[in-house]
């Protein structure tokens, strides 16, 4: 099977080839690392070009369109039967891609756990994703609408058959993680992987960085929360039918 590595870039001139190599490192010839630009402002576009391997497919936007749709339009470019995200300023560990593949066989998509660089602080607060929690779907959930799970989009991978649920994103989904998360709890496809697969850098201009949101905000977020798992639910389902059918 043939992998496809995601990744949204903005701005990422500081850390995005060591990223790269390390993900290179991962992948076998005919894989591929999907690259999309959302109008960087340095010279990021020109860092992934001097590059130079065939693998490495960078795509740019006229516009700014935020990580959300930016992450959206890497997946549709994607050719591969696994589909992995990456951000542009971790680095992999090493056997990340082999432990992802041999995951993904109990379910559609994987989500494993990180770690913080050494030194930096601690990449989330709550306890690390468990095996044993495959099949507890509801619990999951609601462990991730009250934020106690710790989903990193970084961290997941997916096989490509999972996207008629996944794609197109919902306009309000809040994250590209958050959705996936929510998509493969609720279709019961949503395995971990104990292991940590993944160094996580640290700094202030992290998309996930923590902060205290406003009541209004938390209000909004659990109300799109909810909305995501019913268009999850009837995708699910469909799918699920059209699937039967062609048996």
């Not at 990180?114 to 601690?122: A, F, K, V």
């Amino acid at each position: 099977m043939t992998t496809s590595v995601c990744m949204a870039t903005f701005n990422g001139v500081p850390y995005v080839q060591e990223q790269i190599a390390s993900i290179l490192d991962e992948l076998g010839r005919d894989d591929e690392v999907v690259v999309v630009d959302d109008c960087s402002e340095d010279s990021t576009v020109s860092v992934l070009r001097a590059i130079r391997d065939p693998r490495v497919k960078i795509h740019t936007q006229e516009v700014n369109l935020g990580h959300v749709k930016t992450f959206e339009r890497a997946i549709g470019l994607a050719r591969g039967d696994l589909i992995l995200f990456a951000d542009q300023d971790d680095i992999w560990v090493a056997g990340r891609v082999e432990k992802i593949t041999r995951h993904l066989r109990e379910g559609a998509v994987v989500a494993s756990n990180l770690r913080s660089m050494e030194g930096q602080p601690t990449a989330h607060r709550h306890r690390d994703l468990r095996a044993r929690e495959k099949g507890q779907g509801l619990r999951c959930l609601w462990r991730l609408m009250v934020g106690t799970i710790p989903y990193y989009g970084c961290a997941m991978g997916l096989r490509a058959d999972f996207l008629d649920v996944a794609m197109p994103f919902p306009r309000f989904a809040p994250s590209h993680d958050l959705w996936i998360a929510i998509a493969a709890n609720v279709a019961g496809e949503m395995s971990h992987l104990e292991d940590v697969t993944v160094h996580r850098r640290v700094h202030t201009r992290n998309i996930s960085a923590v902060s205290r949101r406003s009541l209004p905000s938390v209000a909004l977020s659990r109300w799109r929360f909810l909305c995501c798992m019913l268009v999850a639910a009837r995708r699910s389902f469909r799918v699920g039918r059209l699937r039967k059918a062609s048996h």
